[in-house]
């Protein structure tokens, strides 16, 4: 297993991550932002799910939904998700749909540990509503929309390994601290973790 020395403000000390830390939940969770960041802290690669996708089919989410749905778009989601979780540990952000399907969480599950970022409705409309980028907002009430797939969802990712709460007043770096230390009490996870 190999050991990933990694330094933060705090000083350098040695940390191994076993498995790879997929973050799931809804759009403007902070999956990519507070995934960065965490990687950095752990020394491991960053990958995002959506990033590998757009980059095989040379088109944008956006396109992919509106050429070819959103059957098809989940279907590669998946693939491309079993694939990242056989590379290397590091941390993978995924689309807020992937951890709707059971075949993707129990591969999750099985190959990684999941972690929640379980942020209120509040909170995610403050930082989705002026991105023109999500495609499932693109609605006559992007809020209630919003809403709405928040309460189906909530469900299935409350099933993740673990839960890392957003708070308002995190900065990324809080959020990622947050991520850190749940993944502490998974000593099968991460090892050397130093709050």
């Not at 799910?49 to 749905?69: K, L, P, W």
């Amino acid at each position: 297993m190999k050991t990933w020395t990694c330094a933060d403000d705090k000083g350098v000390f040695g940390m191994k991550l076993h498995k790879t830390v997929v973050l799931v939940g809804m759009m403007g969770a902070g999956k990519t932002a507070i995934g960065k960041h965490v990687a950095q802290v752990l020394g491991v690669p960053f990958r995002d799910s959506d990033e590998a996708i757009v980059t095989a089919a040379q088109m944008s989410v956006t396109e992919i939904f509106e050429r070819d749905g959103e059957a098809f778009f989940r279907d590669r989601e998946a693939e491309v998700i079993a694939r990242l979780l056989q590379a290397t540990p590091g941390i993978l952000s995924v689309g807020g749909g992937a951890f709707l399907r059971a075949e993707t969480r129990a591969r999750v599950h099985e190959d990684g540990v999941s972690v929640w970022l379980r942020a209120d409705l509040e909170l995610l409309w403050s930082r989705v509503r002026a991105k023109p980028t999500r495609p499932l907002l693109q609605t006559e009430d992007p809020r209630g929309t919003l809403a709405r797939l928040l309460e189906e969802r909530t469900p299935c990712y409350a099933q993740a390994d673990l839960i890392a709460d957003a708070d308002p007043t995190y900065s990324i770096a809080d959020m990622a601290q947050a991520v850190l230390r749940e993944l502490a009490t998974r000593p099968d996870v991460l090892e050397g973790y130093q709050a």
